[in-house]
Nanobody, 124 residues
Framework: QVQLVESGGGSVQAGGSLRLSCAAS????????MGWFRQAPGKEREWVAL????????YYADSVKGRFTISRDNTKSTLYLQMDSLKPEDTAMYYC?????????????????WGQGTQVTVSP
């Protein structure tokens, strides 16, 4: 079981940027699918971006495509989410997740490892 710790959340005005980090307790060089999800009050948790560690393949939800970038630092076993051109509708708790599988999934229920979350608030 890999432990995940997020950081980097905060408050920013619309149009601003934030970078989230997710530190993993063990090497994720193996075949993991890692991802960022978010959950706004009263809404279901939704996927934001996914990263297949074996191939370096990335996937983005349509709502963030072109504005967010997911990446990984191999030496630090750290996953990042660079968020640019933030909008008020991006306000949510953001979670890092990992799934030991070659196959990525958009469904939160397919991920067995979760961080505690970091809050992102975007004001108009």
């Amino acid at each position: 079981q890999v432990q995940l710790v997020e950081s980097g959340g905060g408050s920013v005005q619309a149009g601003g940027s934030l970078r989230l980090s997710c530190a993993a307790s063990e090497s994720t060089y193996r075949n993991y699918c890692m991802g960022w999800f978010r959950q706004a009050p009263g809404k279901e948790r939704e996927w934001v971006a996914l990263f297949r560690t074996a191939a370096g393949t990335t996937y983005y939800a349509d709502s963030v495509k072109g504005r967010f970038t997911i990446s990984r630092d191999n030496t630090k076993s750290t996953l990042y989410l660079q968020m640019d051109s933030l909008k008020p509708e991006d306000t949510a708790m953001y979670y890092c997740a990992a799934r030991l599988s070659l196959i990525c999934s958009w469904s939160p229920s397919d991920f067995g490892n979760w961080g505690q979350g970091t809050q992102v608030t975007v004001s108009p």
